[in-house]
T-cell receptor, first 114, second 109 residues
Framework: NAGVTQTPKFQVLKTGQSMTLQCAQDMNHEYMSWYRQDPGMGLRLIHYSVGAGITDQGEVPNGYNVSRSTTEDFPLRLLSAAPSQTSVYFC?????????????FGQGTRLTVV | TQLLEQSPQFLSIQEGENLTVYCNSSSVFSSLQWYRQEPGEGPVLLVTVVTGGEVKKLKRLTFQFGDARKDSSLHITAAQPGDTGLYLCAGTPGNQFYFGTGTSLTVIP
């Protein structure tokens, strides 16, 4: 029962470097999303996707890119890392039904930008 | 601007005490959810409330949805150390989840 798999779990980047956070789900959910978690801020939505080929911006999209070429995968790209992007990143896979919805999360990626 | 505000932000209590956590918004939601997150893990769903005024119980946890469907509360009776964690409320305007600011609960044995 893999659910949502995120890699890597930890990463240290230098300012200006680029990297991709990987996310894969095996629940055949159409909806996937990326969040960042900072102290006192809860989870803030970065980008989301409602299906393969469709993505949209969330609350805090600046500095991040996403694509969704398959139902299973939803990578998050940081093109030029900045210290303000130091955070814990969570990928989620979700379903929505009338009166019922649930988000399933990966274990997170702790990113430090120095 | 956070769509959902939670209070208190931090709560530290002794084992056996009762507590209430609040989740407030100026927006109306078709449903609200509560998640619990443990250190090093992603949040896990506890409950979904759908109807205004609805009350749901999960063992020692009681969840209530406000009559106007703008707010919710989580009450824990006789807290135990295993209740320690970050509690997050979430609303689903459209097909996205928006999370509250979180309440970090520590239950001291």
């Amino acid at each position: 029962n893999a659910g949502v798999t995120q890699t890597p779990k930890f990463q240290v980047l230098k300012t200006g470097q680029s990297m991709t956070l990987q996310c894969a789900q095996d629940m055949n959910h159409e909806y996937m999303s990326w969040y960042r978690q900072d102290p006192g801020m809860g989870l803030r939505l970065i980008h989301y996707s409602v299906g393969a080929g469709i993505t949209d911006q969330g609350e805090v999209p600046n500095g991040y890119n996403v694509s969704r070429s398959t139902t299973e995968d939803f990578p998050l790209r940081l093109l030029s890392a900045a210290p303000s992007q130091t955070s814990v990143y969570f990928c989620a896979s979700s379903y929505f039904l009338p009166g019922q919805a649930e988000a399933f999360f990966g274990q997170g990626t702790r990113l430090t930008v120095v | 601007t956070q769509l959902l505000e939670q209070s208190p932000q931090f709560l530290s209590i002794q084992e056996g005490e009762n507590l209430t956590v609040y989740c407030n918004s100026s927006s109306v939601f078709s449903s609200l959810q509560w998640y619990r997150q443990e250190p090093g893990e992603g949040p896990v769903l506890l409950v979904t409330v759908v109807t205004g005024g609805e009350v749901k119980k999960l063992k020692r946890l009681t969840f209530q949805f406000g009559d106007a469907r703008k707010d919710s509360s989580l009450h824990i009776t006789a807290a135990q150390p295993g209740d320690t964690g970050l509690y997050l409320c979430a609303g689903t305007p459209g097909n996205q989840f928006y999370f509250g600011t979180g309440t970090s609960l520590t239950v001291i044995p």
